[in-house]
């Protein structure tokens, strides 16, 4: 591997020069600029990253901490970030903890001695937020509003209203007994989500019933079990996201449940599957791409000097599909309003 002194020979220039040109930190004459950028591609140069991070305190790293790949919301998320990072001229560095806090520790201790510009993080534990407290790496954290952690900024979607919206539509399509499968209520998203529909039950004067969820496949097939042996009249089901919707759906079709005309059902994210899978998935929406890319922005803008906002809230709406239907005079159901795709 050729060195900055080589380099700097072949152009007739000094190492400073060379180290200037690929730097950007002084104006060089354009015709010594020509002639390191030539001699640099005549040697195939490639400085060290490593050190230059060291000197500068800056390596155009941004890490990404995710909880788990199996859930397609966090890989598109994930690919929204990667896109903006790469647009933006930095580099992109994916974690996978698969839910393990020790994982998430580690990972931000690494890319803390990475020099790296920042990090998104998205969590599923209490105690990795400790280490976001002392962490010296500007972070913003996806999908959850953590409390005086320290944190550069957080980006979510509006949890409470998308509970709010899934009770309604299912009280418009004629639900009388509304089961929740609630997501986790350590999580803000699983509360805000919750407090949503437990205002519409009160509202109406319909009874609040609920069964405890994760998020993942396993979670919802077992939720969705437990819920018609607890609550055999059911005929309106609110996942905690798609992927339950998708594992209740499977479960109830098996039992020889009609999806909508025994059992409507909801979910939330608006993952691809969602509308990719027969029946198509009513669900609520968040706007990924645009949270995606403006949790890189924030960290760049940052970096560079700007000023940003701390808390980012987005819009969420009903997308209705195939598993929800609602009585329209002169027929029985009515299906609208089918995503864009």
């Known amino acids: ?46 400085p060290n990253e490593v050190a230059r991070s060291l000197y500068k305190k800056s390596s155009k790293i941004i890490g990404v901490i995710v909880p788990t790949n199996e859930n397609p919301f966090f890989n598109e998320l994930v690919k929204s970030i990667e896109e903006e990072i790469y647009l933006q001229g930095y580099r992109f560095m994916i974690c996978n903890s698969n839910s393990d806090y020790k994982k998430e520790i580690d990972n931000i201790r690494v890319l803390t001695q990475l020099n790296a510009d920042g990090m998104i993080f998205m969590t599923n534990h209490e105690k990795a937020w400790k280490e976001v407290q002392n962490c010296e790496l500007p972070v913003v954290v996806m999908d959850r509003q953590l409390e005086d952690s320290g944190e550069l900024a957080y980006i979510q979607s509006d949890h409470y209203k998308g509970g709010r919206i899934a009770a309604e539509h299912l009280l418009e399509c004629g639900c009388k007994n509304i089961v929740n499968m609630r997501g986790p209520q350590k999580f803000s998203s699983g509360r805000q989500r919750f407090e949503g529909y437990k205002d519409v039950c009160v509202k109406h004067s319909i009874p609040v019933q609920y069964i405890e969820s994760g998020y993942d496949y396993q979670d919802g097939y077992r939720a969705v079990e437990h819920l018609i042996e607890a609550y055999p009249e059911v005929d309106g089901i609110i996942a905690s996201n798609d ?29 691809s599957l969602s509308w990719q899978l027969t029946p198509e998935l009513t669900t609520i929406s968040q706007p990924v791409k645009e949270m995606g890319a403006l949790a890189a922005r924030l960290i760049i803008d940052h970096v560079e000097g700007e000023k940003i906002q701390k808390e980012n809230v987005f819009d969420v709406q009903l997308i209705q599909r195939d598993t929800t239907a609602v009585p329209h005079s002169g027929q029985d159901y009515l299906i609208r309003d089918r995503a864009e795709q």
Not at 246 to 261: S, V
Request: charged share 20%; glycine share 6%; no cysteine.
């Open 1 to 46: 591997m050729s060195s900055i002194r080589e380099v700097a020979k072949l152009a007739g220039v000094s190492p400073a020069t060379v180290s200037r040109v690929m730097n950007g930190t002084a104006n060089v004459n354009i015709e010594k600029k020509q002639r390191v950028l030539k001699a640099i591609d005549e040697t195939g140069f490639m």
């Open 243 to 271: 992927i339950t919707a998708i594992a209740a759906y499977k479960y109830l079709n098996q039992q020889g449940y009609r999806i909508p005309e025994d059992i409507q059902l909801i979910g939330f994210d608006n993952i």
